[in-house]
């Protein structure tokens, strides 16, 4: 069973910044993408961004030039730098790992909570 270990949430005012971490179990070798989701209260959980292991990445233009997604394949780990936040960016944040046989793991998620 693949295991996922996300850091880094906080609070934080606007116009901040917070990088979050997502700790696979798994190597990378058997990784086709990771990617972060998030949710807020009363809302359905949605994509901010993915990238894959040679480094494609794909983002929601709410975040698009604020946050950016990389990957640091020898720590089997993906990182969510997130800069200029926004109070609409308070959720909680999930860190989603999709295997090379389209297996899907999620993290438990973390808060992250930006006031203005």
């Known amino acids: 069973q693949v295991q996922l270990v996300e850091s880094g949430g906080g609070s934080v005012q606007a116009g901040g910044s917070l990088r979050l971490s997502c700790a696979a179990s798994?190597?990378?070798?058997?990784?086709?993408?990771m990617g972060w989701y998030r949710q807020a209260p009363g809302k359905r959980r949605e994509l901010v961004a993915t990238?894959?292991?040679?480094?494609?990445?794909n983002y929601a233009d709410s975040v698009k030039g604020r946050f950016t997604i990389a990957t640091d394949n020898a720590k089997n780990t993906a990182y969510l730098q997130m800069n200029s936040l926004k109070p609409e960016d308070t959720a909680v944040y999930y860190c989603k790992v999709v295997s090379k046989l389209n297996n899907e793991y999620w993290g438990q998620g973390t808060q992250v909570t930006v006031s203005s």
């Open positions: 798994i190597s990378t070798f058997g990784i086709k993408n």
């Open positions: 990238v894959t292991t040679i480094g494609t990445t």
